[in-house]
Nanobody
């Protein structure tokens, strides 16, 4: 199973920015689609964004469109989530996840599709 480790979480003020990183234990180029999910207290886990194995296709939840950007650096086996214009509703534990696929030009953010998960990193947006 692919090992994933998130980092970059922390406390940030509303309107601020934060970049999360997801480091993978093996090469991900042409093998894995990567997604970011989050879970706030009392709520179900929700998909935030995903990026295809080729890096050429991304999807975002409506709540983060225009504010979050997902990217990947396959040479470093790392995926990033750049979060801008943060609001209190973004407060949650953020998880990186992956699924192996031969489909290189698309991805989905359906929780059940992902088989490898990181441990999560806390993001708190508060003044």
């Amino acid at each position: 199973q692919l090992q994933l480790v998130e980092s970059g979480g922390g406390l940030v003020q509303p309107g601020g920015s934060l970049r999360l990183s997801c480091a993978a234990s093996e090469l991900i180029l042409n093998y894995y689609a990567i997604g970011w999910f989050r879970q706030a207290p009392g709520k179900e886990r929700e998909g935030v964004s995903c990026i295809s194995s080729s890096g050429g296709s991304t999807n975002y939840a409506d709540s983060v469109k225009g504010r979050f950007t997902i990217s990947r650096d396959n040479a470093k086996n790392t995926v990033y989530l750049q979060m801008n214009s943060l609001v209190a509703e973004d407060t949650a534990i953020y998880y990186c996840a992956a699924y192996q696929t031969l489909v290189r030009d698309m991805c989905v953010i359906t929780t059940s599709r992902f088989r490898s998960w990181g441990q999560g990193t806390q993001v708190t947006v508060s003044s």
